[in-house]
């Protein structure tokens, strides 16, 4: 089995690409990061996905980006927007973070002697994050391409992005079929540590309309004074 490395938040986008890159064949080691975000809740759901989609391997490293700031996601008294979608790039958007997730993943599969890396980053029902663009992972793996020991010596290093042009919906149908079970996940931007939802964040509105759309009962936990 070829090995690969795949980035696991705990969200819905994270563990149906984990479930897809486990069923086509891969031995995957998931990968996840401690990187100061509000809650611990998700990093405890990637654990549990982890072992639920049968990763053979899991690993979290923590590197604490609250340092700098910059993001509602990583300064717990900069409040997570709650009124919709606005245009532009949100509050939420946390500096450089896919491309230090990449990079620690890249030198694990190096390690690893992996050429294929999944991240589920989405271009179609997602907040606007410059770094989920299709550009931007074209970018990433022609730089990876060129700064690693193993491409150089002819080990050419994929970056795998399965859900760039699904909606949520079809990524949610997608897990249904690859059996994932979507109340493991934790999407939330400020969930509660039992990984209870707020249902007003972007990211709930996302997720739960992805649900509707996809005409799936939505499994997502939420906080006991959540009014859908």
Request: overall charge neutral; charged content about 20%; some cysteine.
């Amino acid at each position: 089995m070829e090995k690969a490395v795949v980035l696991l938040s705990g969200g819905l986008d994270s563990a149906t690409t984990l479930a897809i890159a486990c069923n086509r064949g891969y031995e995957c080691h998931a990968f996840s990061v401690d990187y100061g975000q509000r809650h611990r809740s998700e990093l405890e759901a990637a654990k549990k996905l982890a072992r639920s989609l049968g990763a053979s391997d899991h690993k979290t490293i923590h590197i604490d980006l609250s340092a700098f700031g910059g993001s509602a996601l990583v300064d717990k008294f900069s409040p997570v927007p709650a009124g919709g979608t606005d245009t532009g790039i949100p509050v939420t958007y946390v500096p450089a973070r896919n491309t230090i997730m990449l990079s620690l993943a890249l030198a694990w599969a190096e390690v690893l002697k992996s050429r294929d890396i999944f991240i589920g980053v989405n271009a179609v029902d997602y907040s606007g994050y410059p770094d989920c663009r299709p550009e931007y992972i074209a970018a990433f793996e022609q730089m990876a391409n060129l700064a690693t020991k193993a491409a150089i010596e002819g080990a050419r290093l994929r970056i795998h992005a399965p859900l760039m042009e699904m909606s949520k919906a079809q990524i949610i149908r997608q897990g249904v079929v690859l059996g994932l079970d979507y109340s493991l996940t934790v999407s939330c931007y400020q969930a509660d540590e039992a990984g209870r939802a707020c249902g007003v964040c972007d990211s709930c509105r996302i997720r739960r309309a992805g649900f509707e759309s996809a005409d799936v009962p939505d499994v997502t936990r939420y906080r006991s004074w959540v009014r859908l």
